[in-house]
């Protein structure tokens, strides 16, 4: 287990709020109840930031007839659908909603070339909303795999996500399981898969990113 790169910032504003709490409570010479207080609620915000950046040391089993998890989440939908961005076509759409006591890495669900990518700024309605897969802040990445099949799949901001954060641009080459984004405090991940793929998920079935498989092409 390791403390992923993008909470340093969010940690280093907790560490100085409660540095501050203590140097005003010197300060007024607070009693030992509000110090007590204190370190309390120090001890809730340190322990609530390192779990949510906490980013687990995990080993790939790649697979190229598999389409591996994006996120640790819960199955949310799995129905086909029109996917009026890049394919605008009818596709199989698994979603999976990541709460915020989920590891909020993102991972490649397939190896190949990144043949599409796009940010699209937007709102921050509840990531289980109808309407947050267009209207929310999101990302969309389509992979292209040697073999010609193509995986798009879209990182989509919830009520308390206000930042999406990406790796990956046009035309560069992804490796299956590695980190492609992250997405700060509660989010969705959506994928848009071939209509002949095999989907081995269930609605309200726990994943894992980089070892659930969600289905086979």
């Not at 322990?47 to 980013?55: N, W």
Request: aromatic share 12%; glycine share 6%.
């Amino acid at each position: 287990m390791k403390f992923h790169k993008e909470g340093y910032t969010s940690l280093a504003l907790v560490v100085l709020f409660i540095f501050v709490l203590l140097a005003v409570a010197h300060y007024f010479d607070a009693g030992k109840i509000v110090t007590w207080l204190i370190y309390a609620v120090s001890a809730f915000l340190l322990i609530t930031i390192l779990q949510f950046f906490r980013s687990p040391i995990k080993k790939i089993s790649l697979d190229e007839g598999v389409i591996l998890c994006p996120a640790d989440g819960k199955v949310v939908v799995i129905e086909e659908a029109e996917e009026q961005e890049y394919f605008k076509d009818r596709r199989i759409q698994v979603s999976i909603f990541m709460s915020p006591v989920n590891v909020h890495v993102n991972r490649n669900p397939i190896s190949g070339i990144v043949s599409f990518f796009k940010y699209h700024p937007g709102k921050f309605l509840v990531a289980w909303h109808p309407k947050s897969s267009t209207d929310n802040e999101r990302t969309t990445v389509v992979v292209k795999r040697a073999d010609g099949i193509e995986v798009l799949f879209r990182q989509i901001a919830g009520a308390l996500a206000r930042r999406i954060v990406w790796y990956v641009k046009e035309g560069q080459p992804v490796q299956q399981g590695d980190e492609f984004g992250f997405i700060k405090f509660g989010s969705r991940v959506d994928l848009f898969l071939p209509l002949d793929a095999k989907v081995e998920v269930n609605i309200d079935q726990k994943v894992v990113g980089g070892k659930t498989i969600i289905a086979r092409v």
